[in-house]
């Protein structure tokens, strides 16, 4: 397993301590989803947020965390139950990590955490020097009360094996990055880059799902929209028009590559105005 690992390694061609250890908190995440499926994870959950755009639809830009909903809501839910088999996949690569449940019951968004030093010390790494005591983290969060009209869809990885995936599907996941643009006290560089990506893309937002998101959570909540295409550009354009561009996109700079930074020169507001204008919708949301 130890040569799986190195050749999975070797396809990053990280040229700095950074790239690599990017490269290795990738593979413990996918390592970590592989785990997951086989602790029977996904029969329940689906994948969604900006490592499941890197990883499942090449968005070009790292993310630090692996992010699920539940396909129904289930206040009851805890990591627990999937952390034994989690422990023991992880065990067959020679990943010997901590997992800490960091979910409380009273919260709807569950967190847990792997933690490991292990990954590191097994490979051949040019740069990264992971034995200083500092661990390789990746955080996990389920949301159990998700909103509802979400659209799910199915993908397969072959690393480390052949595995299956539940995830949301991307109109929908484009939703709730809606929503954060929208509703997020702070201003994520990460949000805004990824919106460009799904416009590039020409995905159209789940309407509905933004909705019913925007009614559980934000300034909206409780308050029944009539959020079509007119509302939802105005909405973007009043969020466009308050933002620190420049804070903006020192945020997401360290999470791209040098051609991705370039392009950051180009935020403002004119220019995301622009990706507004070019948004699509399906036929019967507007």
């Not at 052949?162 to 929908?172: A, K, N, V």
């Amino acid at each position: 397993m130890i040569d799986l690992l190195r050749r999975r390694l070797d396809s990053y061609a990280a040229a700095d301590a950074r790239q690599e250890e990017q490269a290795l908190k990738e593979m413990l995440q996918e390592l970590a989803l592989y785990g997951l499926w086989r602790a029977g994870f996904f029969a329940v959950a689906a994948f969604q947020g900006g490592t499941s755009l890197r990883l499942l639809h090449g968005l070009r830009r790292f993310s630090e965390d692996l992010d699920f909903i539940l396909r129904e809501a289930d206040a009851g839910f805890a990591w627990q139950p999937y952390f034994t088999t989690l422990v023991d996949v992880l065990a067959e690569f020679g990943v010997r990590c901590e997992l800490v449940d960091r979910g409380k019951m009273d919260r709807a968004v569950r967190q847990s955490m792997i933690k490991d030093s292990s990954i590191g010390r097994q490979l051949d790494l040019s740069f990264y020097r992971g034995d200083t005591g500092r661990k390789l983290k990746v955080k996990l969060e389920v949301d159990t009360g998700p909103p509802g009209g979400s659209g799910f869809s199915y993908h397969y990885l072959d690393f480390p094996l052949d595995f299956e995936l539940c995830t949301q599907d991307l109109p929908s996941n484009l939703a709730l990055k809606l929503h954060a643009l929208l509703c997020r006290p702070s201003i994520k560089g990460r949000d805004w880059f990824d919106f460009g990506w799904y416009i590039t893309q020409g995905v159209a937002p789940n309407l509905p799902h933004l909705a019913a998101a925007l009614f559980q959570q934000g300034p909206w909540q409780g308050v029944t929209l009539n959020l079509d295409q007119a509302w939802l550009q105005t909405a973007l354009l009043e969020r466009i028009g308050s933002i620190d561009w420049p804070a903006a996109a020192r945020d997401v700079q360290p999470f791209l590559g040098a051609a991705q930074q370039a392009g950051l020169r180009l935020w403002s507001a004119r220019f995301f105005t622009d990706k507004v204008a070019r948004m699509r919708f399906a036929d019967g949301l507007r």
